[in-house]
């Protein structure tokens, strides 16, 4: 049984270079400040940073590998409040995600808080998914 206050099974992310590139590819995002650093620089980045969409995207890992089945997410929403920084280097930027139960309702949904932290600092703000679970 659920119960508000319980938390997810946490996952830990490494992201590389390598995969900005298959994201970018993916998505079709070529934005320059995710894969040149004398251009992210330039516009006052400290360096590459990650795609924000990725970054969500990951963050979501957290509750549909906890949940099991992706078509039970309802909504699913976050805000960007930092950016990833990937160095270019085989080991990439730790992301730390996690996850916990703030409400059960009745209706058998489930609200989640989700936490996003690169560096020890929370990189999404109002993480929230609704899920149903029965």
Known sequence: MTAVGDELPSLTVHVTRKD????AGASLD????HWNESFAKEVGLPDVIAHGMLTMAL???VITQWVGDPGKVLQYGVRFTRPVV???????????LSGKVRDVNEDGTVRVD???KFDG???LGK???LLKLS
Request: charged content about 25%; glycine content about 6%.
């Open 114 to 116: 989700i936490t996003a």
């Open 86 to 96: 990937v160095p270019n280097d085989d080991k990439g930027a730790t992301v730390e």
């Open 59 to 61: 963050a979501g890992r």
């Open 121 to 123: 600092k929370t990189v």
């Open 30 to 33: 070529f934005n320059p400040i």
């Open 20 to 23: 900005l590139v298959r994201y």
């Open 127 to 129: 993480a929230q998914a």
